[in-house]
C-alpha cells in the first residue's frame, strides 16, 4: 500500500551500529535556550521548492533527439494527509557524512508542497576512515548547519518532525556523544538509523522514477560514508516495489577518498587511484553481485541512482551551465554515457575537476569515488540505462510520516465508530 513502507524479506537487525530506528518526533518545535551565540557561517539558503502534478506511475519517457527523456511526476506520489491544524508541517532531516539536509512540507491534495529546504556541505565524516572519530572541526561545521535548520523548523510551525543520522554517526566512537551534544545545543534529536532503514527510505524516496518495466530492478544511494544497493520488484496491487534483497558497504564518497588517499600527481597516480578504489568497492559487493546474478541476467533490468554523483554526472551529461534540479530529477540517461564521463573525470587533475560545471571545489575531490562506486554498480547489474533522482532519504521520512498520520487518523476514525455503536 502506498502508506506502508516496503517490506523486507532479508532483515538483519542488530547487524548495525545505531540506536532505535523509527522514532517520529511528535510536538511543537522549540528550540532550548543556548548559554552563547553560535555564528553559523555565511552561504546563501536555497529557496523553498514547490512540488505539484499528477501522482500516477510515471510512463516510460520516450528519447527524444537522442537525448532521453525525463519520468514524471516531479518529487513524490503520496496519498493526501489532513493536517490536524491548519499551517502545520511536517518535515524530514537528513545529516548525512558529507551534506546536511532538511525538507520542510505541507499535504497538497494527493501530494506535497515544499516549502522550505536547506542543504549544506559540511562534511562531518572527514578524516573518520582514519581516526574513528569525528574530528572538532567537523562538529562545529555541522552544528552551525544544524542551528540554521533549528531555526527554520520553528520558523515553520512544525508539528511532526524525524531528523536522522547515517553512516558518520553509526561509525564513530564519538558519534552518540556527538548526538547528545546536537540536542542540547540546537534542540535537534538525531536518531542514528540503520543501513537497512536508510535504504528503505532512499526506495521509499525515489521509487517513482524507475522507468515502467517488468523486469526487476536496483536502486542505489552513494552516499558519503556507505552505499546502499537495493534489488525490488513490482508489487502487484501496491504503489511501493517489494524489496528483495539490499546490502549495504562502508564506502561512499568521503570514506573511499579518505581511505585510498588523495595523491593525484601523475596521470598515472590517478589512474591507479581509481584502480584502487574500484577494485576495493567492488569487492565489498562480492556478496550481493552473487545473489543477483540470476536476476542481473533478466532481458528488462532497471537502475535508479540518487546520491550527488549521479546528479553531478547527469549534469555532465546534459552540459549543464549551472545545476537544475528540475532538468535532472527523472532524467534517464544511457549508461555507456555515464561511464565515459567517469572515465574522464578519473584522470582530471584536482583543478580540471574544479573548473567543470556542477562540481566545483566542494565536489572536486570526493566526485572521483562516487565514478568509481557508480562503475562497480554498473559491472554487476549492467542495465542499458541509468535513471537519475534527486531525492531520496528527506521524501522517504515525510512520505512515511504523512503515511502513520493517515493511519493514526483512520485508527481514531474506526475507534470511534466503535463506540458509537455501542451506544
Not at 55 to 81: E, M, S, T, W, Y
Not at 285 to 296: E, L
Request: aromatic share 4%; with cysteine.
Amino acid at each position: 500500500m502506498a502508506e506502508t513502507l516496503p517490506p523486507d524479506r532479508n532483515r538483519s537487525a542488530g547487524k548495525n551500529r545505531g540506536g532505535k530506528s523509527g522514532k517520529v518526533a511528535d510536538f511543537r518545535y522549540k528550540r532550548p535556550p543556548q548559554p552563547d551565540s553560535r555564528n553559523p557561517g555565511g552561504g546563501r539558503e536555497p529557496r523553498a521548492k514547490a512540488a505539484g502534478g499528477d501522482a500516477r506511475r510515471p510512463v516510460r519517457p520516450v528519447a527524444k533527439n537522442g537525448k532521453p527523456g525525463r519520468a514524471q511526476p516531479d518529487l513524490a506520489d503520496i496519498g493526501a494527509v489532513r493536517s490536524t491544524a491548519h499551517g502545520e508541517a511536517y518535515a524530514a532531516l537528513d545529516l548525512g557524512t558529507n551534506n546536511c539536509r532538511l525538507l520542510i512540507a505541507r499535504p497538497s491534495g494527493r501530494d506535497f508542497t515544499v516549502i522550505d529546504a536547506f542543504s549544506r556541505v559540511v562534511k562531518l565524516g572527514e578524516g573518520l576512515a582514519t581516526t574513528g572519530r569525528l574530528s572538532d572541526a567537523a562538529m562545529e561545521r555541522t552544528l552551525g548547519a544544524l542551528t540554521i535548520c533549528a531555526d527554520k523548523l520553528q520558523r515553520r510551525n512544525v508539528r511532526l518532525a524525524r531528523s536522522v543520522a547515517t553512516e558518520a554517526c553509526r561509525r564513530a566512537e564519538n558519534g552518540p556523544e556527538f548526538i547528545e551534544r546536537v540536542r542540547r545545543e540546537t534542540g535537534i534529536a538525531l536518531d542514528i538509523i540503520s543501513a537497512e532503514e536508510e535504504a528503505r527510505l532512499a526506495v521509499l524516496g525515489c521509487h517513482i522514477l524507475l522507468e515502467s518495466g517488468d523486469g526487476p530492478a536496483v536502486i542505489f544511494d552513494i552516499g558519503g560514508g556507505s552505499t546502499e544497493l537495493v534489488l525490488v520488484e513490482a508489487d502487484p496491487g501496491a504503489r511501493v516495489p517489494r524489496i528483495l534483497d539490499w546490502q549495504s558497504v562502508p564506502w561512499g564518497v568521503v570514506s573511499l577518498t579518505d581511505t585510498v588517499g588523495r595523491s593525484e600527481d601523475s596521470e598515472a597516480a590517478r589512474i591507479a587511484r581509481f584502480a584502487r578504489m574500484r577494485e576495493m568497492v567492488s569487492e565489498s559487493f562480492t556478496p550481493f553481485a552473487a545473489r543477483v546474478a540470476d536476476a542481473a541476467r533478466h532481458p528488462d533490468i532497471r537502475l535508479l541512482g540518487t546520491s550527488g554523483t549521479v546528479t553531478t554526472l547527469a549534469s555532465l551529461y546534459l552540459e549543464l551551465p549551472s545545476y537544475d534540479r528540475k532538468a535532472v530529477d527523472g532524467l534517464i540517461v544511457p549508461a555507456g554515457e555515464m561511464r565515459e564521463i567517469s572515465a574522464r573525470l578519473s584522470v582530471m587533475t584536482p583543478y580540471e575537476r574544479a573548473t567543470l560545471p556542477c562540481i566545483g571545489q566542494d565536489r572536486a575531490d570526493l566526485v572521483v569515488a562516487g565514478c568509481a562506486i557508480l562503475e562497480a554498480i554498473l559491472d554487476l547489474w549492467p542495465a542499458r540505462r541509468l535513471g537519475v533522482a534527486d531525492r531520496g532519504i528527506r521524501e522517504g521520512i515525510l512520505r512515511s510520516i504523512m503515511a502513520a498520520e493517515r493511519q493514526s487518523e483512520r485508527s481514531l476514525k474506526a475507534l470511534k465508530s466503535q463506540r458509537g455503536g455501542r451506544q
